[in-house]
C-alpha cells in the first residue's frame, strides 16, 4: 500500500490500465476457448432471460485472481458477487458482459473491467476477444484500441456523424421487462430518424463502438455499474 501511495497519479493509472488489459486478455483466452458445456446456461438470476454460465464464474474468478496479485490494495466489486460494502478503492468488473451472445455462439460478448476511486471511474478496458480488441484508457490521458497479433495501437475517435439521419445509434432490449417497455418506445421513436439502429446485445461492446466511432450514440435503460463503467468513461 505504501508503494501505491508513493507512485504519481499518471503512474498509478497506467499501472491500474497494465493489469485491467492483462486480466481481461487472460479472460478472454478463457471465453473463446469454452465449449457447448461451458457456454451452457448453468442458472439464471433476475429472471428467466438473466443467464449464468459457468464460464462467467471461471472468468471472474480469474480477472479476481489477476488483480489482486497486481494490485492487492483495491477491493473488487463484481457481478457473479464481491465485496458488498461501500467501496472507494475498487475495481468494476463484468466478467462476460453479453452472456445471452455467449450462450448461443454469437460472438458478441466482451469482459470489462473499470476502476473507481471516491465514486469516479478512472480507468477502463473492454476486451472483445473474438477479435482481439482491447479498447483501454484513463480519464484525461486519451483511450485508444488494440488490436491483432502485432499489437497495432490508435487513439480512439468519436463518431463525425453531425446530423441524426446520418448517425447509426445502438440500443438495448433489457431483460426485464418493465426496462424493456421504455427501451422499445425509444427504440420506435428514434428508427424513423436514424440510418439504423443496431441491438448487439452487449452494453460494454457498444459503448466501446460509440467511444471508436463505430456509432453515434447507444441508450438502454436498467444497466448496472459493471456493464457501463468501463464503456462510459471511454466514450
Not at 496479485?69 to 475495481?91: A, M, T, Y
Amino acid at each position: 500500500m505504501l508503494l501505491w501511495l508513493m507512485l504519481g497519479e499518471a503512474m498509478q493509472l497506467e499501472a491500474v490500465v497494465d493489469a485491467a488489459s492483462a486480466a481481461a486478455r487472460a479472460a478472454g483466452q478463457l471465453i473463446v476457448e469454452a465449449g457447448p458445456e461451458q457456454r451452457a446456461v448453468a442458472s439464471t438470476k433476475a429472471n428467466a432471460k438473466d443467464l449464468l454460465t459457468a464460464t462467467d464464474l471461471a472468468s471472474q474468478d480469474l480477472i479476481q485472481s489477476v488483480l489482486a496479485s497486481r494490485c492487492p490494495e483495491i477491493d473488487f466489486l463484481g457481478e457473479e458477487g464481491g465485496v458488498e460494502k461501500p467501496l472507494d478503492n475498487c475495481w468494476v468488473v463484468d466478467p462476460i458482459d453479453g452472456t445471452t451472445n455467449f450462450v448461443d455462439g454469437l460472438p458478441l460478448s466482451v469482459v470489462s473491467i473499470a476502476y473507481a476511486r471516491e465514486g469516479e471511474t478512472l480507468a477502463g478496458v473492454v476486451y472483445d476477444p473474438f477479435r482481439d480488441e482491447l479498447f483501454a484508457g484513463a480519464r484525461g490521458r486519451g483511450a485508444t484500441v488494440t488490436s491483432g497479433p502485432r499489437k497495432n495501437r490508435r487513439p480512439l475517435a468519436v463518431s463525425a456523424a453531425e446530423r441524426l439521419e446520418d448517425a447509426i445509434v445502438f440500443a438495448g432490449a433489457p431483460p426485464n421487462p418493465l426496462s424493456l417497455a421504455p427501451s422499445l418506445r425509444g427504440i420506435a421513436a428514434l428508427a424513423p430518424r436514424v440510418r439504423t439502429l443496431r441491438l448487439l446485445g452487449s452494453a460494454a461492446l457498444m459503448l466501446a463502438y460509440v467511444a471508436d466511432g463505430r456509432g453515434a450514440a447507444y441508450f438502454e435503460p436498467d444497466l448496472a455499474p459493471w456493464d457501463t463503467a468501463a464503456g462510459a468513461l471511454l466514450a
